[in-house]
T-cell receptor, first 109, second 116 residues
């Protein structure tokens, strides 16, 4: 399984943008980049995914480096409800989703 | 978005008994379902992958006779923890994907199992 590397933790302030980085230097050409987040005592929640181009949805934006060896999840205006563990996962086709340790995001009021 | 319903959300059972956890995709066909276990302060650990109508594929170190997985239809998968012991106490999470569409995975809300 292609691996991803994320910082263990990050902290930001409410109503400010948050940039969560993910390195995936061994990504293959058919790997999609998926992001999920998990709030305490809940199952993970889908955030966004992409292949090569940057992606936007109502929750976040995903910026993918030109060489695809890294990506950044952008929360444009963080709220307290965005405090969670964020996971960056590479997914190829029907393959399984293997979770790393993720980034624990703390939002200060 | 699509909904995956997992039941029960919590269960307490006596040591030596079996517990069944259900995972249903409510508005899409789940060709593949995944079962995870999560201990406190840790990430999700994949236990097994099941494709509809086929036997589950277990990850290394996961006992298939202890964690029985059935995926008989495109909307339902079950995980049965047999002869449960206190060390099986954990947070179990299912996930479902329609891999024909190469879309995202959807997760159940998790089941907190406590074996006493």
């Amino acid at each position: 399984d292609a691996k991803t590397t994320q910082p263990n933790s990050m902290e930001s302030n409410e109503e400010e943008p948050v940039h969560l980085p993910c390195n995936h230097s061994t990504i293959s050409g058919t790997d999609y980049i998926h992001w999920y987040r998990q709030l305490p005592s809940q199952g993970p929640e889908y955030v966004i995914h992409g292949l090569t181009s940057n992606v936007n949805n109502r929750m976040a934006s995903l910026a993918i480096a030109e060489d695809r060896k890294s990506s950044t999840l952008i929360l444009h205006r963080a709220t307290l409800r965005d405090a969670a563990v964020y996971y960056c996962i590479l997914v190829m086709g029907a393959q399984k989703l293997v979770f790393g340790q993720g980034t624990r995001l703390t939002i200060n009021p | 978005g699509a909904v995956v319903s997992q039941h029960p959300s919590w269960v307490i059972c006596k040591s030596g008994t079996s517990v069944k956890i259900e995972c249903r995709s409510l508005d899409f066909q789940a060709t593949t379902m995944f079962w995870y276990r999560q201990f406190p302060k840790q990430s999700l650990m994949l236990m097994a992958t099941s494709n509809e109508g086929s036997k589950a594929t277990y990850e290394q170190g996961v006992e298939k006779d202890k964690f029985l997985i059935n995926h008989a239809s495109l909307t339902l998968s079950t995980l049965t923890v047999t002869s449960a012991h206190p060390e099986d106490s954990s947070f179990y999470i299912c996930s479902a994907r329609d891999t024909r569409l190469n879309t995202e995975a959807f997760f159940g809300q998790g089941t907190r199992l406590t074996v006493v």
